[in-house]
């Protein structure tokens, strides 16, 4: 691979690892955070930044906080990899850091306000003319934390050699899952994933509103799930964006109740800002004034749950 005379004209599908739903416990593997945000490629040069996703969209306009990033890498040009994360309540939220993958050209200035985002590192590609994939992971890793400086948005992402430690740590803290890597592996860019990187999700979970029911012939069959929307100036817009619906978890008396509460709660309009029916079932709207807790095992690219599944299946207990 080379870089030619402008490294702006690079593409770059990044490193993927594989799924293993038992943790590799191996002393020749080191541990990360698996952070549940926005993959982004940080191209440098010139003191100009061009940023890439992992689809090779430009997203420079997005993120303006990392226009600082040639003021931080000790390097005339760079690629750095990373996770573009947004917080709510502490924790990397997927759905947080979309609002910000989703904002309208003028309202990015506000964005950044609202929902601030922060750059985790966790890999280097390029620097000074020369490319790294070949070089082991830890060597990489040693020069990624020497060329940049500290800053309070952008972070190099820290390893660790207890894999089962930090896996118990995340789990705590129900974040996303952790990465083992290979300390002897190049960068081997994508798409095919490779075993060098090996991924192990924690089931996430989140608290939605109900929006409505939809029915399998005359008989309630799920509930439809929202979030409640941000606007640019962080106040609640007072609309739903689907999530998805939901039937595991539940019970047909479950579903019943749910009935008795959507008819008690009935609304002649949809509280989601976008939702497409789909052909064959019916549907009941009701404002969204009762939550619950679901489980899923991660977010799909167009922002519905994978797999989701209902905590808690009493109806008397559910949250206002």
Not at 136 to 148: A, G
Not at 298 to 312: F, G, Y
């Amino acid at each position: 691979m080379t870089a030619g005379n402008n490294l702006f004209q690079q593409k770059i599908v990044p490193m993927e690892p594989k799924t293993s739903k038992v943790l590799r416990e191996d002393p020749g593997f080191f541990y990360q955070v698996k952070w549940d945000g926005v993959r982004i490629l940080a191209f440098g040069e010139n003191g100009n930044v061009h940023l890439q996703g992992r689809s090779l969209k430009n997203k420079t306009t997005l993120y303006p906080e990392l226009a600082v990033l040639p003021e931080l890498v000790r390097g005339k040009s760079f690629i750095l990899d990373g996770e573009m994360i947004a917080l709510n309540n502490g924790r990397p939220s997927f759905f947080a850091v979309m609002q910000r993958e989703r904002a309208a050209p003028g309202s990015v200035v506000l964005m950044e306000k609202n929902v601030p985002v922060f750059y985790m590192l966790f890999d280097l590609l390029y620097l000074n003319g020369k490319w790294l994939l070949k070089c082991p992971w830890e060597k990489r890793q040693e020069m990624l934390m020497d060329v940049l400086d500290k800053n309070e948005r952008i972070h190099v992402t820290p390893s660790y050699e207890n894999g089962d430690l930090l896996l118990q740590t995340v789990r705590a803290y129900k974040m996303e899952g952790i990465v083992a890597k290979k300390g002897d592996s190049p960068y081997i860019p994508g798409p095919r994933k490779s075993t060098y990187w090996l991924k192990t999700k924690i089931e996430q979970v989140i608290e939605a509103y109900v929006g409505g029911i939809s029915f399998k012939g005359n008989k309630p069959a799920s509930l439809l799930l929202g979030l409640k929307i941000d606007g640019p100036d962080g106040q609640t817009s007072g609309k739903l964006r689907y999530i998805g619906s939901v039937s595991s978890g539940l019970r047909e008396k479950d579903l019943e109740d749910w009935f008795s509460w959507a008819l008690d709660n009935n609304s002649t309009i949809s509280p989601f800002t976008s939702f497409t029916a789909p052909s064959g079932r019916s549907y009941l709207w009701a404002n969204p004034v009762k939550k619950i807790t679901v489980t899923f095992s991660e977010w799909t690219p167009d922002l519905k749950l994978r797999a989701p599944r209902i905590s808690n299946v009493d109806f008397a207990v559910l949250s206002n």
